[in-house]
């Protein structure tokens, strides 16, 4: 059983210190929050700070990836499928003391299912169509209704933050309620379940959160949570600046870093006893290479609706290359874009073959390729096959592995530029204007499951990014992931599920229309005197136990 | 030897070893060299450990690890050839031959260097060329003209030279399509640069035909009968030389550094083709600069360019106010300008006594 497989469960099966009450944890982010309302909050950095202050229904445990009560102590689901009843912890009050129950959560779920609150969620809680609809049964009981089964439905109420009633239900009704809870609401304004509430905005400064009085969780001894008395979120911008604040003594946690950043954070730190850096292996991430199939496009784009030429390339890639030049070893090869540590649906009968050129030249030549004197592929009509690769620059990993897909395309014979774009303006030109010949981009990090990746996979979705917004599949290989897709969504049946996303990994496989490339490891650093410090590969990678966090001793 | 001509040596050295980059270059600058990646500069040697002259050659290298630098392997030695396929001085396939290092792909810093210079000067230069052309040409009619061609000209230069230069730019590369053929980038980018730099000289121009026009022999001429094209080409234009590469001698380098901003931002030339802008985009995070330091040398290219063509600015400015080699501050009594002097007879000239 796979080294991934197995930590998860060894990790979970150490207990948690006994931790001590008091001290301040600061956290570094990319970017300020932009909001607190979690009806609003698309950016990482705003989200990042409503989880602390915020509690959901059930909630995925980072290490296990599997579900564990929260608000709900304990649930039942219906032989169809299609009715949870939940019941909601007893005694649990909001940060202003007042107390949870039932019509808080259907409240909430009134509020992110309703079309005029336009609200982020609402998307996640559509099932079959319909929106999830909760219903009051008695103070403590909840029944959640689905339009149609959908396997692991638990899984979609992780991270979805229960509303107060008594203190937006007003806003609510006058429609305002996409206008509350911003930055600069007064903290008592804002109340809400998490191990944190709101203290302060300090603009450009820190947002700071002291510890919620009323949590609803207690360790193992009885004593409350959260240990520690506040938390700042510093926005610190790009990552240099936040390592370099870390090394310094300014931050005491880094999210998530780079390989790169590790490296050097590592051979400056060697010295040192303070400074904990953690390599947790393979994440969910996967980065990928993938071909405009739009149909009616450029004329040169023609060859590349053709599998075999699609896995020519995949065949001709130095997997292995980018993971040592790129990413200093630090990441794992990938041949489909389910990643190792997600060990219970990766499919590991598929083959992964290192790079061979003579594999990809003959597979050129089944798609009709020939080779001219200059050693340059040509198309059927003799010209010499050349196109671009978009790479976001943002990033300063995706441009490098485009970089050297390009460099061994060129020993093919293709012609091949790199062109960086800003992260939005390259998205637009992929699911909008559809004008590129490929593209390197990176997805996953949200969810082991599947069903996540639903607007990627069918045809008719938004996020499929080779085709996107399909009417009906325009090939026979996409009609059957529909197929299996929407299948696998509604079995209830664990084993089948898998069998199903299984099919849908080999057809990835024989029909490439993204060629994965490589998974980054997740990579955070801390301070070795932070207690309870586990950091997982599901995203918030380090502060998804945040009210365990503690102080060994003081600075 | 005087300044100017040692800034003269210099300008033509940079130029013609950029001009040379496929001749100097030791290695193509898209190769990939995956086994030597971050590769620091390399020490050719002369004589081996134990003293013996070998001839130039270099050392093996062992990796210590991913980003762990390297150590040289005295077991194995690659000796350099001079005059060998096609090129100055190679090593041989296997060998790591890199006198600047490699960046993060094993691609030779030396000639990437090289080439790249290449690119950004031959950018720098041609629109530089185009500026001139167009603001030459431009401040030429409004002097001559005046009227409503002067008003419209002069109050255009007046708009271009206060619109931030970057955001224009960009504005203008954003117009264009986004992956094109390396030498239509590269032209496009030149004359996207050489249209925002066409102001100054346009107004230098006119305030200098403005006053030539007004020259005994250029009312002479016009008193003959002589064209308008005439006087213009035979008259003002000789006048306004002096200017035209006064301002080119300004524009270089400053084009130069235009070409590195747009390909350091991702806006200018793609892999594989090369440039010190996109030699820069790989240096851009601080472990890297501190680890690599030999990634930031285009920096330095770019400030010795820059010094050069300073040099070369002094030095023509010496000489269009007839300063002297130790008379600095002192006009000259020759004052050599556009080629018409109202020097007096036997005024000494520059470099004489």
């Given at each position: 059983?796979?080294?991934a497989?197995?930590?998860?469960?060894?990790?979970?099966?150490?207990?948690?210190?006994?931790?001590?009450?008091?001290?301040?944890?600061?956290?570094?982010?990319?970017?300020?929050?932009?909001?607190?309302?979690?009806?609003?909050?698309?950016?990482?950095?705003?989200?990042?700070?409503?989880?602390?202050?915020?509690?959901?229904?059930?909630?995925?445990?980072?290490?296990?990836?599997?579900?564990?009560?929260?608000?709900?102590?304990?649930?039942?689901?219906?032989?169809?499928?299609?009715?949870?009843?939940?019941?909601?912890?007893?005694?649990?009050?909001?940060?202003?003391?007042?107390?949870?129950?039932?019509?808080?959560?259907?409240?909430?779920?009134?509020?992110?299912?309703?079309?005029?609150?336009?609200?982020?969620?609402?998307?996640?809680?559509?099932?079959?169509?319909?929106?999830?609809?909760?219903?009051?049964?008695?103070?403590?009981?909840?029944?959640?209704?689905?339009?149609?089964?959908?396997?692991?439905?638990?899984?979609?109420?992780?991270?979805?933050?229960?509303?107060?009633?008594?203190?937006?239900?007003?806003?609510?009704?006058?429609?305002?309620?996409?206008?509350?809870?911003?930055?600069?609401?007064?903290?008592?304004?804002?109340?809400?379940?998490?191990?944190?509430?709101?203290?302060?905005?300090?603009?450009?400064?820190?947002?700071?959160?002291?510890?919620?009085?009323?949590?609803?969780?207690?360790?193992?001894?009885?004593?409350?949570?959260?240990?520690?008395?506040?938390?700042?979120?510093?926005?610190?911008?790009?990552?240099?600046?936040?390592?370099?604040?870390?090394?310094?003594?300014?931050?005491?946690?880094?999210?998530r870093?780079?390989?790169?950043?590790?490296?050097?954070?590592?051979?400056?730190?060697?010295?040192?006893?303070?400074?904990?850096?953690?390599d947790l292996g393979g994440g969910l991430e996967s980065?990928?290479?993938?071909?405009?199939?739009?149909?009616?496009?450029?004329?040169?784009?023609?060859?590349?609706?053709?599998?075999?030429?699609?896995?020519?390339?995949?065949?001709?890639?130095?997997?292995?290359?980018?993971?040592?030049?790129?990413?200093?070893?630090k990441a794992t090869?990938?041949?489909?874009?389910?990643t190792p540590a997600n060990?219970?649906?990766?499919?590991?009968?598929?083959?992964?073959?290192?790079?061979?050129?003579?594999?990809?030249?003959?597979?050129?030549?089944?798609?009709?390729?020939?080779?001219?004197?200059?050693?340059?592929?040509?198309?059927?009509?003799?010209?010499?096959?050349?196109?671009?690769?978009?790479?976001?620059?943002?990033?300063?990993?995706?441009?490098?592995?485009?970089?050297?897909?390009?460099?061994?395309?060129?020993?093919?014979?293709?012609?091949?530029?790199?062109?960086?774009?800003?992260?939005?303006?390259?998205?637009?030109?992929?699911?909008?204007?559809?004008?590129?010949?490929?593209?390197?981009?990176g997805?996953g990090g949200?969810?082991a499951?599947?069903?996540?990746?639903?607007?990627?996979?069918?045809?008719?979705?938004?996020?499929?990014?080779?085709?996107?917004?399909?009417?009906?599949?325009?090939?026979?290989?996409?009609?059957?992931?529909?197929?299996?897709?929407?299948?696998?969504?509604?079995?209830?049946?664990?084993?089948?599920?898998?069998?199903?996303?299984?099919?849908?990994?080999?057809?990835?496989?024989?029909?490439?229309?993204?060629?994965?490339?490589?998974s980054p490891n997740i990579l955070?650093?801390?301070?070795?005197?932070?207690?309870?410090?586990?950091p997982a590969i599901l995203d918030?990678y380090?502060?998804?136990?945040?009210?365990?966090?503690?102080?060994?001793?003081?600075? | 030897?005087?300044?100017?001509?040692?800034?003269?040596?210099?300008?033509?050295?940079?130029?013609?070893?950029?001009?040379?980059?496929?001749?100097?270059?030791?290695?193509?600058?898209?190769?990939?060299?995956?086994?030597?990646?971050?590769?620091?500069?390399?020490?050719?040697?002369?004589?081996?450990?134990?003293?013996?002259?070998?001839?130039?050659?270099?050392?093996?290298?062992?990796?210590?690890?991913?980003?762990?630098?390297?150590?040289?392997?005295?077991?194995?030695?690659?000796?350099?050839?001079?005059?060998?396929?096609?090129?100055?001085?190679?090593?041989?396939?296997?060998?790591?031959?890199?006198?600047?290092?490699?960046?993060?792909?094993?691609?030779?810093?030396?000639?990437?260097?090289?080439?790249?210079?290449?690119?950004?000067?031959?950018?720098?230069?041609?629109?530089?060329?185009?500026?001139?052309?167009?603001?030459?040409?431009?401040?030429?009619?409004?002097?001559?003209?005046?009227?409503?061609?002067?008003?419209?000209?002069?109050?255009?230069?007046?708009?271009?030279?206060?619109?931030?230069?970057?955001?224009?730019?960009?504005?203008?590369?954003?117009?264009?399509?986004?992956?094109?053929?390396?030498?239509?980038?590269?032209?496009?980018?030149?004359?996207?640069?050489?249209?925002?730099?066409?102001?100054?000289?346009?107004?230098?121009?006119?305030?200098?035909?403005?006053?030539?026009?007004?020259?005994?022999?250029?009312?002479?001429?016009?008193?003959?009968?002589?064209?308008?094209?005439?006087?213009?080409?035979?008259?003002?234009?000789?006048?306004?030389?002096?200017?035209?590469?006064?301002?080119?001698?300004?524009?270089?380098?400053?084009?130069?550094?235009?070409?590195?901003?747009?390909?350091?931002?991702?806006?200018?030339?793609?892999?594989?083709?090369?440039?010190?802008?996109?030699?820069?985009?790989?240096?851009?995070?601080?472990?890297?600069?501190?680890?690599?330091?030999?990634?930031?040398?285009?920096?330095?290219?770019?400030?010795?360019?820059?010094?050069?063509?300073?040099?070369?600015?002094?030095?023509?400015?010496?000489?269009?106010?007839?300063?002297?080699?130790?008379?600095?501050?002192?006009?000259?009594?020759?004052?050599?300008?556009?080629?018409?002097?109202?020097?007096?007879?036997?005024?000494?000239?520059?470099?004489?006594?």
């Amino acid at each position: 059983m796979p080294l991934a497989a197995i930590l998860p469960l060894l990790l979970t099966a150490q207990p948690w210190e006994k931790g001590k009450h008091g001290g301040r944890l600061i956290v570094a982010q990319k970017a300020e929050s932009k909001t607190l309302n979690p009806v609003l909050a698309i950016d990482a950095p705003s989200r990042e700070a409503i989880r602390l202050l915020h509690a959901d229904l059930i909630s995925i445990n980072r290490h296990t990836l599997r579900t564990e009560p929260a608000l709900a102590e304990s649930w039942t689901v219906s032989a169809d499928g299609r009715q949870y009843r939940l019941k909601l912890r007893r005694g649990v009050h909001f940060s202003d003391g007042h107390p949870f129950d039932a019509d808080d959560v259907v409240f909430t779920f009134q509020v992110y299912t309703d079309p005029k609150t336009a609200a982020p969620q609402r998307d996640l809680l559509q099932i079959a169509g319909k929106p999830v609809s909760a219903r009051k049964v008695d103070t403590h009981t909840v029944v959640l209704e689905l339009a149609g089964p959908y396997a692991a439905a638990e899984r979609i109420f992780d991270g979805i933050a229960m509303l107060p009633r008594h203190l937006l239900e007003a806003d609510y009704k006058a429609g305002r309620i996409a206008q509350v809870w911003n930055l600069a609401t007064a903290p008592e304004k804002i109340a809400g379940l998490g191990p944190f509430r709101f203290a302060q905005y300090k603009p450009g400064e820190a947002i700071v959160l002291e510890r919620n009085s009323h949590y609803w969780k207690k360790d193992d001894s009885g004593a409350p949570l959260p240990y520690l008395d506040e938390i700042q979120l510093r926005p610190l911008g790009a990552e240099d600046a936040q390592v370099l604040r870390f090394t310094s003594g300014g931050v005491d946690v880094l999210n998530r870093i780079s390989a790169r950043s590790m490296d050097a954070l590592g051979k400056e730190t060697a010295a040192r006893q303070d400074i904990h850096l953690e390599d947790l292996g393979g994440g969910l991430e996967s980065n990928f290479l993938f071909f405009n199939l739009n149909p009616a496009t450029a004329t040169h784009r023609a060859i590349f609706q053709n599998a075999d030429f699609r896995r020519a390339v995949s065949a001709a890639i130095d997997r292995e290359a980018i993971v040592r030049l790129v990413f200093g070893g630090k990441a794992t090869p990938l041949w489909t874009h389910v990643t190792p540590a997600n060990a219970h649906w990766v499919n590991r009968s598929l083959p992964r073959p290192a790079k061979s050129l003579d594999t990809a030249r003959a597979l050129m030549r089944k798609a009709g390729l020939t080779t001219n004197a200059q050693g340059r592929l040509c198309t059927a009509n003799g010209k010499p096959l050349e196109f671009t690769i978009l790479a976001a620059s943002s990033s300063q990993e995706r441009p490098q592995m485009a970089t050297l897909v390009a460099g061994d395309l060129r020993e093919l014979g293709i012609g091949v530029q790199v062109v960086t774009l800003e992260l939005r303006a390259l998205v637009d030109r992929v699911l909008n204007t559809k004008d590129y010949d490929a593209c390197v981009l990176g997805i996953g990090g949200g969810d082991a499951d599947p069903n996540p990746e639903m607007n990627v996979w069918l045809s008719s979705g938004s996020m499929h990014l080779w085709h996107p917004a399909q009417d009906k599949p325009a090939t026979p290989w996409e009609a059957e992931l529909d197929s299996l897709m929407r299948e696998q969504m509604v079995t209830l049946d664990a084993a089948k599920r898998k069998r199903l996303f299984d099919r849908v990994q080999q057809i990835e496989w024989e029909q490439a229309p993204v060629i994965a490339l490589a998974s980054p490891n997740i990579l955070v650093a801390a301070r070795r005197r932070l207690g309870n410090f586990r950091p997982a590969i599901l995203d918030p990678y380090t502060l998804w136990n945040a009210e365990r966090l503690y102080w060994r001793s003081p600075k | 030897m005087s300044t100017r001509r040692w800034s003269l040596v210099l300008l033509a050295a940079v130029h013609l070893a950029l001009a040379a980059a496929g001749y100097l270059a030791p290695y193509d600058p898209a190769e990939q060299h995956r086994a030597w990646p971050n590769v620091p500069p390399v020490r050719p040697h002369l004589f081996d450990a134990s003293g013996t002259f070998a001839g130039p050659f270099v050392y093996g290298l062992t990796p210590l690890g991913n980003w762990g630098g390297y150590k040289e392997d005295p077991a194995k030695r690659y000796p350099i050839h001079f005059l060998t396929q096609g090129r100055l001085w190679a090593a041989g396939p296997d060998a790591p031959a890199f006198l600047l290092g490699t960046d993060e792909l094993g691609r030779d810093q030396l000639s990437r260097l090289l080439h790249g210079g290449r690119i950004s000067l031959a950018a720098g230069l041609l629109a530089a060329a185009l500026s001139i052309l167009c603001g030459i040409s431009l401040g030429m009619l409004a002097g001559y003209r005046e009227g409503l061609a002067q008003t419209l000209i002069l109050r255009g230069a007046e708009l271009s030279l206060a619109l931030p230069w970057l955001y224009f730019l960009l504005g203008v590369r954003a117009t264009l399509p986004l992956a094109l053929q390396p030498e239509s980038t590269f032209l496009l980018l030149s004359a996207a640069i050489g249209c925002i730099g066409w102001a100054r000289p346009a107004v230098l121009a006119c305030a200098a035909t403005r006053v030539a026009r007004h020259r005994d022999w250029v009312r002479v001429a016009q008193s003959f009968g002589a064209s308008r094209m005439h006087i213009l080409r035979r008259h003002i234009l000789p006048e306004l030389l002096p200017i035209a590469l006064a301002q080119a001698v300004i524009l270089i380098p400053r084009y130069v550094l235009a070409e590195v901003t747009l390909s350091y931002l991702g806006l200018g030339i793609h892999d594989p083709g090369v440039s010190w802008g996109t030699m820069l985009a790989a240096a851009r995070q601080l472990p890297v600069l501190v680890s690599e330091w030999w990634l930031a040398l285009p920096c330095a290219a770019v400030a010795i360019v820059f010094q050069v063509y300073q040099f070369a600015a002094r030095a023509w400015e010496d000489r269009a106010f007839g300063y002297t080699e130790g008379n600095a501050g002192r006009p000259d009594r020759s004052v050599a300008v556009g080629g018409h002097t109202s020097a007096a007879p036997h005024s000494p000239t520059m470099g004489e006594g």
